[in-house]
């Protein structure tokens, strides 16, 4: 079995998410070479920042295609906090920027709340609403940990795969056929979240 593949396009601390990997046993290599993306079995794609430094970078560096290849492929994908806000649309973050439009759908602010901090930081609870295979096991409530201002609203709700309250629900996990995808860090949420890592890589 080739090793997992987490693609570097200089937006997120990959090194977090493959020592997540290690940790329960699966061989995970960081690269941002447009080929070895296009020879993996199975793709991570991490990302922390702004949704339009993130679609131009992975553009610039030949990404963009060999991941739209892979997720047509049928190939296991692990979007992760904006790798899974990339597979959208349209973002709405500080302007307008088309992503890479794998599925319809925007990414757009929380809405201003009294008492309400944004960016959603810290840890809150799952809702299941499709049972995904990186799913299968959890804990009635589980919790995961959140870093982000920006969320998901897929224009099919049939993608949603989790809801979280913040302080109405939001789409926080989605899964489609290969593809799984989350706005929370399994890589921070400790056991539930490596045990989402696991079984992605066990994924078939």
């Given at each position: 079995?080739?090793?997992?593949?987490?693609?570097?396009?200089?937006?997120?601390?990959?090194?977090?998410?493959?020592?997540?990997?290690?940790?329960?046993?699966?061989?995970?290599?960081?690269?941002?070479?447009?080929?070895?993306?296009?020879?993996?079995?199975?793709?991570?794609?991490?990302?922390?920042?702004?949704?339009?430094?993130?679609?131009?970078?992975?553009?610039?560096?030949?990404l963009a295609a060999p991941l739209f290849e892979h997720l047509h492929?049928?190939?296991?994908?692990?979007?992760?906090?904006?790798?899974?806000?990339?597979?959208?649309?349209?973002?709405?973050?500080?302007?307008?920027?088309?992503?890479?439009?794998?599925?319809?759908?925007?990414?757009?602010?929380?809405?201003?709340?009294?008492?309400?901090?944004?960016?959603?930081?810290?840890?809150?609870?799952?809702?299941?609403?499709?049972?995904?295979?990186?799913?299968?096991?959890?804990?009635?409530?589980?919790?995961?940990?959140?870093?982000?201002?920006?969320?998901?609203?897929?224009?099919?709700?049939?993608?949603?795969?989790?809801?979280?309250?913040?302080?109405?629900?939001?789409?926080?996990?989605?899964?489609?056929?290969?593809?799984?995808?989350?706005?929370?860090?399994?890589?921070?949420?400790?056991?539930?979240?490596?045990?989402?890592?696991?079984r992605f890589a066990e994924w078939?």
């Amino acid at each position: 079995m080739k090793p997992i593949l987490i693609v570097d396009y200089g937006m997120a601390n990959l090194r977090s998410v493959q020592k997540a990997f290690e940790k329960v046993g699966h061989e995970a290599v960081i690269s941002g070479d447009p080929n070895r993306v296009a020879e993996a079995e199975k793709v991570v794609l991490p990302g922390v920042g702004a949704f339009r430094d993130a679609i131009a970078r992975l553009h610039e560096a030949g990404l963009a295609a060999p991941l739209f290849e892979h997720l047509h492929a049928g190939k296991p994908f692990f979007g992760i906090c904006l790798g899974l806000q990339l597979l959208f649309t349209t973002s709405y973050e500080d302007g307008e920027y088309r992503g890479l439009d794998y599925f319809p759908g925007e990414v757009v602010r929380f809405a201003h709340v009294p008492g309400l901090k944004v960016p959603h930081m810290g840890w809150n609870q799952l809702r299941v609403r499709k049972a995904a295979p990186p799913l299968e096991g959890l804990p009635p409530e589980a919790s995961v940990y959140f870093v982000h201002s920006y969320y998901v609203v897929p224009r099919d709700p049939g993608l949603t795969a989790t809801e979280t309250d913040y302080p109405t629900p939001f789409t926080s996990a989605i899964w489609q056929d290969n593809v799984f995808a989350t706005q929370f860090h399994p890589e921070k949420s400790q056991c539930v979240g490596l045990e989402m890592l696991r079984r992605f890589a066990e994924w078939k």
